[in-house]
């Protein structure tokens, strides 16, 4: 990120050394636009700054699971297995083009128990 800040100097320098005047629309459009990257530069630069603290906790969180899995499944972790065949569609019927749910019918049993 130095390297984008290093450039937005060297810019502000060639725009300083083109000799405009400081009342001039050109100046003043020039200089707001160099404030505008620098600007930019200096956020660029903490968004990295916090993108790497963020890769660090990450990996800081995802070691910690790697503890509990182990604790949790010990040596048979590889006889768990990962793919559900839960089909959740089964349950209740999404009619997408009426944007409301069709619930499963209930047994009257079941209503009248539960009054």
Do not use: Q, T
Not at 46 to 63: H, K, S
Not at 75 to 83: K, V, W
Not at 85 to 105: A, K, L, R
């Amino acid at each position: 990120m130095y390297e984008l800040s290093k450039r937005v100097s060297y810019l502000k320098g060639l725009a300083e050394g083109l000799g405009l005047n400081e009342e001039s629309k050109e100046e003043k459009i020039l200089n707001e636009i160099i404030d505008i990257l620098d600007e930019m530069a200096e956020v660029v630069s903490d968004n990295e700054v916090a993108i790497e603290d963020l890769e660090d906790y990450i990996f800081e969180v995802d070691e910690d699971l790697s503890y509990l899995e182990d604790d949790v499944y010990g040596d048979d972790y590889e006889d768990y297995d990962d793919d559900y065949d839960y089909d959740f569609d089964d349950d209740y019927d999404f009619d997408y083009d009426d944007d409301y749910f069709e619930y499963p019918e209930e047994d009257e049993d079941e209503e009248e128990d539960s009054k």
